[in-house]
């Protein structure tokens, strides 16, 4: 990120970030830890149970464990951002979906507080942005990359 008030930002987020994978993490292992043996094979949890027993394992719903290329990192500001522009509604959502199926407010209320600060986290991309567009020369802020081409105006 070539704007120090970006790069503060981005490192504030990522640290959050770690912090909300924390509380994910909490939840799955409170409400797995107790399961007996029908109710693992009754829910469809015995394929996961069978690798990691009730540990945390960072795994998508659709059953794609976490890798590296889950980050989408360009190396180019307008990219980047505009991936955790994007990356953060698909959190959102994600939550959304999770409070939709949650009837435990055990679950509910910690899922809420992680929603919210996946809009605040939006917020603070999009401002990240902003303040990289108005760096940059209006009339061709999409076409490179501020932190490796330079662009001479015409004489």
Known sequence: ??????????????????????????????????????????????????????????????????????????????????EDLAAEQKARLTYDNILRLADDNDVKDPIRFLRQRELVHFQRFGESLRITQDNLNSKNFYAFNPAFDKISPKK
Request: aromatic share 10%; net charge negative.
């Open 1 to 82: 990120m070539p704007y120090s008030k970006v790069k503060a930002t981005l490192t504030d987020i990522g640290t959050e970030e770690l912090g909300h994978m924390e509380i994910v993490s909490a939840i799955v292992y409170q409400l797995t830890r107790n399961l007996t043996p029908s109710q693992i094979k009754e829910s469809g949890f015995d394929k996961y149970f069978v690798d990691h027993t009730t540990g945390i394992y960072p795994i998508a719903a659709s059953g794609t464990p976490f890798s590296a290329t889950t980050f989408q990192a360009t190396g180019d500001v307008i990219a980047d951002l505009t």
